[in-house]
């Protein structure tokens, strides 16, 4: 194609690297900003900008942490217990249905073995 050659398009960039578009250089960006995801500076203002939102939100709803730690914490026991009531309600499902299932298979096999004979 015309247009893959190009010169004004820019080349791909290398991983962890990133253009300058003033001096058209590449610069490679250190380990910290590409685990923080930016320039740590930039990072905590972030971060501190969100924790105020959060926070006052929070506070309209009338939150606490520990409040709220409670509540995941309740709802998560309350999930809990709901799956274990389900598995014992599969359980006694089971034990009904083999005291019916089971009999009649046995009476079955029996009358299958003397046929056989």
Excluded: C
């Amino acid at each position: 194609m015309i247009g893959d050659h190009d010169p004004r398009r820019r080349a791909p960039l290398d991983h962890g690297a990133y253009a300058d578009p003033r001096a058209g250089t590449q610069h490679r960006r250190s380990a910290l900003n590409r685990f923080l995801g930016g320039s740590p500076a930039a990072v905590v203002v972030k971060l501190l900008f969100l924790s105020v939102l959060v926070g006052a939100v929070m506070a309209m709803f009338g939150l606490t942490p520990g409040l709220l730690f409670w509540q995941v914490y309740d709802v998560a026991r309350n999930l809990i217990d709901l799956g274990m009531e389900t598995f014992h309600d599969f359980g006694r499902w089971i034990l009904a249905g083999a005291l019916v299932v089971v009999p009649i298979w046995f009476v079955a096999r029996l009358l299958t073995v003397s046929r056989e004979r």
